[in-house]
Antibody, heavy 124, light 110 residues
């Protein structure tokens, strides 16, 4: 059974870099059929896609966050990670990782399953 | 930021039906498949519908999806108190090369 688990600090100082890791169990992140993604939800707001990575390193990023986001994968550890630089209070959110079925050639795209999420607060 | 528009809220009595619309454009909904998610506070979002109309294993047939042009719709029949949650549509935008989520709809059972 595929499971994803987010980990990382729950508190980050303003202007610093937020770093989170998603550990995947029950499946290999080198499966050619999947991307692996990060999504967040700020307090009182909706879901916002941050970006997704393929095991080969190919990435897609939200254009509004692209200048501050880096997503990487460590296939040996079955993990993928998120780095968000120069954070502000607006980056306070619950961060989720998820398997991203993304096959643009056949127009397939959805997220399943999702991790439980990790709340991250940005302090001044 | 989202360009997928949903009604902020819908409500109905137990046992009734609700529909949630998701309006987009030719570069997203009009160009690819739509998915739907249920999100209860404090839990992981759950995939309800993928490829416009398909339900993953374990999802009740009370949930259904459809798409026409640049809009998609989620239907919930036989409404239950356990269906009270936020619901989001999602799809890929080919112009932005980005995944989009809808603005979200809160379902309330009266």
């Amino acid at each position: 059974q595929l499971q994803l688990q987010e980990s990382g600090p729950g508190l980050v100082k303003s202007s610093e870099t937020l770093s989170l890791t998603c550990t995947v169990s029950g499946a290999s992140i080198t499966n050619r059929n999947y991307y692996w993604g990060w999504i967040r939800q700020s307090p009182g707001k909706g879901l916002e896609w941050i970006g997704s990575i393929y095991y080969s390193g190919n990435t897609y990023y939200n254009p509004s966050l692209k200048s501050r986001v880096t997503i990487s994968a460590d296939t040996s550890k079955s993990q993928f990670s998120l780095r968000l630089s120069s954070v502000t209070a607006a980056d306070t959110a619950v961060y989720y990782c998820a398997r991203h079925i993304l096959r643009l050639d056949v127009r397939q795209n959805w997220f399943d399953p999702w991790g439980q999420g990790i709340p991250v607060s940005v302090s001044s | 930021q989202s360009v997928l528009t949903q009604p902020p809220s819908v409500s109905a009595a137990p046992g009734q039906k609700v529909t949630i619309s998701c309006s987009g454009s030719s570069s997203n909904i009009g160009n690819t498949y739509v998915s739907w998610y249920q999100h209860l506070p404090g839990t992981a979002p759950k995939l309800l519908i993928y490829e416009n109309t398909k339900r993953p294993s374990g999802i009740s047939d009370r949930f259904s999806g459809s798409k026409s042009g640049t809009s998609a719709t989620l239907g919930i029949t036989g409404l239950q108190t356990g269906d009270e949650a936020d619901y989001y549509c999602g799809t890929w935008d080919s112009s932005l090369s980005a995944e989009l989520f809808g603005t979200g709809t809160k379902v309330s059972v009266l």
